[in-house]
């Protein structure tokens, strides 16, 4: 398990097939409580209700700040030309 506490945006529908899931539909926005191993997130909507969503089916926004080292983009040491990935 990760803990996280980010906003996501779902970016498509999912529909449970199990009572630990939580629907959510495109566009809506939740809150990540926690990621696991397995692409699922524990998440809970803005109704308070709580529930598992494929880690697939969220977009999660990219910290604005510059000066976070997991912004940074990453050289490579087998390009010599400063290429960056």
Do not use: K
Not at 9 to 30: H, M, Q
Not at 65 to 84: E, H, Q
């Amino acid at each position: 398990m990760f803990p996280t506490a980010s906003e996501a945006v779902v970016n498509r529908a999912f529909i449970p097939t199990l009572p630990d899931e939580l629907s959510v539909t495109a566009g809506e926005r939740i809150r990540v409580l926690a990621q696991y191993d397995d692409a699922w997130a524990l998440c809970a909507n803005g109704h308070g209700e709580q529930g598992m969503v494929p880690q697939e089916c969220l977009d999660r926004p990219v910290a604005s700040n510059p000066t976070d080292w997991r912004n940074a983009r990453r050289a490579s040491s087998l390009v010599s030309d400063g290429r960056r990935y």
